[in-house]
């Protein structure tokens, strides 16, 4: 599943390449005007559309919603539409959500000090270094938005997670840590690219609601026997 909202041209070699490895492709067009998502009509993936910008988390929910309609559906993939994830890591992702018998995986930036902006770093090290120390889970990359879910976790994500912008990612990698999901991680390439257009993060905006998100979540009463 891909969230878009003005990619660009950027999605199309997104989609051809994950129509290589997954059976259904689903993009949830965020309210884009640029007609990215438009652009893929000729290719096989399904398109759900919002009006207007709604905000990465709807997106996602839109998406897992999509996609539990249909009942083969045993897992969900989540990626970016900006390219600066690699559909050629799914086979080695999967692979390991398999082995694992995971609810949740994460791929897992190096974010090696020299590949990205000072702000990046601290900002992934900051979340990281709180995930470890309150939830107790070894997640280098809370951040990332390439993640295999389970179905069940799907569910139950559906049921209680409300949609918003980039801090539901960060919601739900809380409520599988602190419910007894199976939560782990695998590493993938870092792909920075300064100045992407194609990112509509607003550092200070977002990242307010994330720690917001992580701190209210995190100091919840955890809910017990759900699963």
Request: charged share 25%; net charge negative.
């Amino acid at each position: 599943m891909v969230p878009c909202y003005n990619a660009g041209g950027r999605i199309r070699a997104v989609v051809q390449k994950l129509e290589k490895f997954l059976d259904r492709v689903y993009i949830v067009d965020d309210g884009s005007t640029d007609g990215s998502a438009q652009s893929v009509d000729d290719l096989g993936a399904t398109i759900v559309t919002f009006d207007e910008n709604r905000g990465k988390g709807f997106a996602m929910l839109a998406g897992f919603q999509a996609a539990l309609e249909s009942p083969d559906v045993a897992a969900v993939v989540i990626l970016d539409a900006d390219g600066q994830h690699d559909p050629e890591e799914l086979p080695h992702l999967y692979a390991a959500f398999v082995e694992h018998d995971a609810d949740l995986l994460i791929g897992a930036r190096t974010f090696q000090r020299q590949e990205v902006p000072w702000t990046s770093w601290f900002g992934n090290s900051l979340t990281a270094g709180l995930t470890r120390a309150l939830l107790r889970q070894p997640i280098p990359d809370t951040q990332s938005g390439y993640r295999i879910h389970s179905r069940r976790f799907v569910e139950d994500v559906l049921a209680t997670i409300p949609g918003g912008r980039y801090e539901t990612e960060m919601a739900i990698l809380v409520k599988a840590a602190r419910e007894g999901y199976r939560l782990v991680s695998e590493p993938i390439r870092t792909i920075y690219e300064e100045g992407n257009r194609s990112s509509h993060f607003n550092r200070l905006r977002d990242s307010y609601r994330i720690y917001r998100t992580f701190l209210l979540s995190a100091f919840r009463p955890a809910r017990t026997g759900k699963h």
